[in-house]
């Protein structure tokens, strides 16, 4: 699917809380619960600037914010039938970036059903507003207004068991996203996506389950390329892939999940960002008692964006500086390794910290098809650690209060401005109340 690694970056702080008190919806016996919640955040360098870089005027480089959420939600059971849904809107707000203010929302409904004894499945809607990345980089750079995300889409899930311990799994969804911002680069982000896949689930016994899946996808960037008369080229490309996956729980304490993937990318237009290659996923978790819970995870991904640019260039024939338009395609690999322990402390205290690893891979080829800038293309590579603590208070059964920090540094080598160093710091505290439930 179509991402950027960082956007995850702008909306984190906007979302944070909210998704905290989405939690809510399920802890309680009640069907029906509201809530509402407010969050501070403290963050050096929100515009993730790199080390030494100074904020363009009218911005600052460090801010505080606040944000405010109230979520409604439901969770129902109708004989064999399962219904939920939850909707949030939160409210944000800079100190000292204050053309980021925004207000956003989240939304999701679903039904797990049943409709005989080994056929069943799940249908799941969604939609969300949200503030997307301050500095998206590849090419884009950094945004100093406000642009809003939009994303809608569904998932459907239906299983059929064949025997005793074969099962049918056939999976489509659909996902599109589009930005408020009417600036070229920026439209180049929007995007639909569908994919489709059908697999086979084999449990030789209640502690093993290994899977097959064959899928396909297809996505389109509709604002591809702008023309110099302003209108747009739309490519796409289609993703068949396979996974293998295996569940594995060796003791009550300990679960494994793993997952290998191959996949091959196609593109209409940007041949050059053809890929393929294997991704790899595993999820570990050890809980040694009630109170105790470590989590490792790593992953190996790949990931690919391509956005139009204007670069000024001299032409010699005409001894002025003209714009030429182009295509920056940029594509990366990168190993996520994460390390996560949760402390129960009591009912009412729990502690949280984690240490993350990521190390990335980036090359770059920009097009122009003109003869006045030529093709060039550049590469990089940059790591960036994480480490995160947490702390959570229930005095209350309808009252949740809580604080993270984190500091992240990123280190960066290869051609400039395709990845820079930087460094991050973070404080959040939250409050969180159940008005009904």
């Known amino acids: 699917m179509p991402t950027l690694r960082n956007g995850a970056r702008a909306t984190r702080i906007a979302l944070a809380a909210a998704a905290l008190v989405a939690g809510a919806a399920h802890a309680e016996s009640s069907p029906y619960v509201l809530a509402a919640g407010l969050s501070y955040t403290h963050d050096s360098n929100l515009l993730l600037l790199g080390d030494g870089g100074v904020a363009p005027s009218g911005f600052a480089r460090a801010d505080d914010v606040t944000a405010a959420q109230l979520l409604g939600g439901f969770d129902k059971s109708y004989g064999r039938q399962h219904y939920y849904g939850n909707a949030s809107v939160s409210d ?81 969804g659909h996902r599109q996203v589009g930005n408020s911002l009417q600036q070229a680069n920026v439209q180049a ?68 999940e793993a997952h290998l993937g191959y996949q091959d990318t196609r593109y209409d237009l940007n041949a050059p960002r053809n890929f393929s290659g294997a991704t790899v996923h595993l999820n570990w978790v050890w809980q040694p008692s009630y109170k105790t819970r470590v989590t490792t995870r790593y992953s190996h991904d790949t990931g690919q964006n391509s956005y139009s640019v204007s670069v000024p260039t001299i032409d010699w024939t005409q001894f002025q500086i003209v714009n030429v338009q182009g295509v920056s395609a940029y594509s990366q690999t990168y190993d996520t390794l994460r390390l996560q322990g949760d402390y129960q402390l009591g009912a009412k205290t729990g502690f949280t910290a984690a240490v993350q690893a990521v190390n990335r891979k980036l090359t770059n080829l920009f097009q122009s098809g003109s003869n006045i800038q030529p093709d060039s293309s550049a590469a990089g590579k940059d790591q960036t650690t994480t480490l995160s603590v947490g702390v959570r208070w229930a005095p209350l059964r309808s009252v949740n209060l809580g604080c993270d920090y984190a500091t992240m540094r990123r280190s960066a080598s290869g051609s400039a401005g395709l990845t820079y160093p930087l460094h991050d710091n973070n404080v959040s505290c939250f409050g969180q109340f159940q008005l009904q439930q």
């Open 92 to 172: 944000t707000r800079y100190r000292h970036n204050s053309a980021y203010d925004n207000t956003g929302y989240n939304a999701v409904v679903g039904l797990d059903w049943t409709a005989a004894e080994h056929l069943s499945g799940s249908l799941s809607l969604n939609a969300s507003r949200a503030l997307f990345a301050f500095n998206v980089g590849y090419g884009v750079g950094f945004i100093g207004a406000r642009n809003l995300q939009n994303t809608q889409g569904f998932n459907a899930t239906i299983a059929a068991g064949l025997a005793s311990r074969w099962s049918l799994v056939v999976n489509a």
């Open 189 to 256: 982000l929007n995007y639909w996506y569908d994919n489709v896949g059908i697999g086979l689930r084999w449990s030789p016994s209640s502690a093993t389950a290994i899977g097959v899946t064959l899928a396909d996808a297809l996505a389109v960037y509709p604002n591809y390329y702008q023309r110099s008369d302003g209108s747009f080229d739309r490519d796409r490309y289609t993703q068949p892939s396979i996974d293998l996956s295996l569940q594995y729980q060796p003791t009550a304490a300990s679960s494994l």
